[in-house]
C-alpha cells in the first residue's frame, strides 16, 4: 500500500482540510471571467534537445527569454526540481519576476508497484516545487509502454492511486490536475471519462490539452464543456493541416469557440501556451518572438493580460 507515513506536520486532520477545499477547477470564487495566462516550457526543451545542450547550462536563457516575451507565469516540468537544479530555478525565477504555479509530472498509475513509485517521486517533485511557489501538479498518467488498452482493472487502479496523490497533495496545500494526450481519448475518451468519473471532484481538477483532444480524434468543445465544472487548466497549441504551427494562432482548432464558452462559464482557471514544434513545422522567427506573437494571439482571442 501506499507509503502514508510521507505527509508533513499539518494542524488539521486529513478530513478537515479536504472539507475546506474549494471545488475542483474553482481555484477563486466564481465572480466573473478571469484566467490566468502562462507559458510552458516543452518547447525550450525540444530545442535545448536538438541542439545537444543540457538544462542545467540553460536556465537563464530559458527564463530571460519567457520573460521578455512578456509572460509573467510559466508551467514547469518535473526536472527543473532535481536536488541538483531546484536551488537554482528558484532563484533565476526570482530574477526574471516570473511565477511557476504549475509544475507537470507523470509516471504510470495503472499498476500498485508502478503507481506507488510514481506517488512518491511525485511528492516529493511537489515539496521541492512549492518552495518555488509551485501550487499544483500537473499530472499525466503514463500509458502502457506498448500504448495497449488499459483493461477495466487497471483503469480503477489508475483511479484510486491517482486519489490518493491528490489527498497527499491537498495535505501540502497544492491541487492535483489532470493533463491528457491523444491516447486517453481512444474510444470515444474512455479512460479519460473514466478518470472524470471515478476520481474524487474534491481534490481532482482538469487540465485539457486542446490539441491532443483534436488528435485523439475528439471535439474539444465536447470535453471542455464535459470538465467544466473540475477544469483548472487549458493547454494550447494550434496546428494547419495537422501541422503545429510555430506560434499559437489561427489553426485547425477554433479557439474563439473555446473563447467564447470560457467568458459564458466565468473562466478563472490557467490558459497555458505549450509550443510543440515537428519536422514539417515552418519556423521563421526565433523562440522567443514565437512566444511573444503567442502570447498576444492569447491576449486578443482571450481578451486578457499577460
Not at 477563486?28 to 502562462?38: F, R, V
Not at 473514466?194 to 470535453?223: E, Y
Request: aromatic share 8%; with cysteine.
Amino acid at each position: 500500500m501506499l507509503a502514508h507515513a510521507i505527509v508533513p506536520s499539518v494542524a488539521l486532520s486529513r478530513r478537515e482540510f479536504l472539507a475546506g477545499l474549494p471545488a475542483a477547477g474553482a481555484l477563486a470564487p466564481e465572480t466573473g471571467y478571469a484566467p490566468m495566462l502562462a507559458s510552458q516550457v516543452y518547447v525550450w526543451r525540444q530545442q535545448l534537445s536538438a541542439e545537444k545542450k543540457p538544462l542545467s547550462d540553460n536556465l537563464e536563457r530559458i527564463f530571460s527569454g519567457t520573460a521578455r516575451a512578456g509572460f509573467q507565469r510559466v508551467e514547469l516540468d518535473a526536472s527543473f526540481f532535481k536536488p541538483e537544479l531546484a536551488e537554482e530555478t528558484a532563484r533565476r525565477l526570482r530574477r526574471h519576476k516570473l511565477e511557476v504555479p504549475i509544475v507537470y509530472n507523470g509516471g504510470p498509475m495503472h499498476m500498485r508497484e508502478l503507481a506507488e513509485a510514481t506517488w512518491a517521486e511525485t511528492l516529493k517533485m511537489a515539496e521541492a516545487a512549492k518552495t518555488a511557489g509551485a501550487a499544483a501538479v500537473n499530472f499525466n498518467a503514463s500509458p502502457k509502454p506498448d500504448g495497449q488498452r488499459k483493461s477495466d482493472a487497471e483503469l480503477k487502479t489508475q483511479a484510486y492511486y491517482i486519489d490518493q496523490l491528490a489527498e497527499e497533495l491537498a495535505l501540502r496545500h497544492m491541487h492535483l490536475f489532470l493533463h491528457q494526450h491523444a491516447l486517453e481519448m481512444a474510444e470515444n475518451a474512455r479512460e479519460w471519462r473514466h478518470l472524470l468519473a471515478n476520481t474524487n471532484p474534491a481534490t481532482v481538477s482538469f487540465c485539457v490539452d486542446v490539441d491532443w483532444v483534436l488528435r485523439g480524434k475528439q471535439d474539444p468543445m465536447t470535453i471542455i464543456e464535459e470538465a467544466r465544472r473540475r477544469l483548472a487548466s487549458l493547454h494550447l497549441r494550434n496546428s494547419v493541416n495537422g501541422v503545429w504551427t510555430e506560434a499559437f494562432g489561427p489553426g485547425d482548432i477554433d479557439y474563439q469557440n473555446v473563447a467564447d464558452y470560457l467568458k459564458a462559464t466565468a473562466y478563472r482557471g490557467y490558459l497555458v501556451v505549450e509550443l510543440a514544434y515537428v519536422a514539417e513545422t515552418r519556423k521563421t522567427r526565433s523562440l522567443e518572438d514565437n512566444l511573444k506573437e503567442s502570447r498576444r494571439y492569447a491576449e486578443k482571442i482571450f481578451g486578457l493580460n499577460a
